[in-house]
Nanobody, 116 residues
């Protein structure tokens, strides 16, 4: 089982910023590394992902405010979150999708709470 460890969550006020980090197990060859979030009482939803080759995707709700990046040297995935709103409050999870055969690995999450 691959290990993914998130950090960087916390409590911020509306309009604030946070940077999430995810240390990805070096033994796993991820084709896609991404961030998902789960708000209380809601399903887990896609936030952003980056392919091994560098192509990035974002959910419409975070476009222009969030930026995903990765550091291959440290096998770390990042999510810079700016101009946070109450609707961004959720548990944020890091995910790795491998090459064929496809496997999915998840971290345990880091909590982001935005208040006015």
């Amino acid at each position: 089982q691959a290990r993914l460890v998130e950090s960087g969550g916390g409590s911020v006020q509306t309009g604030g910023s946070l940077r999430l980090s995810c240390e990805v197990d070096r033994s796993v060859n991820c084709r896609l590394r991404g961030w998902y979030r789960e708000a209380p009482g809601k399903e887990r939803t896609f936030v952003s992902e980056i392919e091994d080759a560098g192509t990035m995707k974002y959910a419409d709700a975070v476009k222009g405010r969030f930026a995903i990046s990765q550091d291959a040297a440290t096998s770390t995935l990042y999510l810079q979150m700016n101009n946070l709103t109450f609707e961004d409050t959720a548990m944020y999870y890091c995910r790795c999708q491998t090459y064929y055969p496809v496997n999915l690995y998840w971290g345990h999450g880091t909590q982001v709470t935005v208040s006015s």
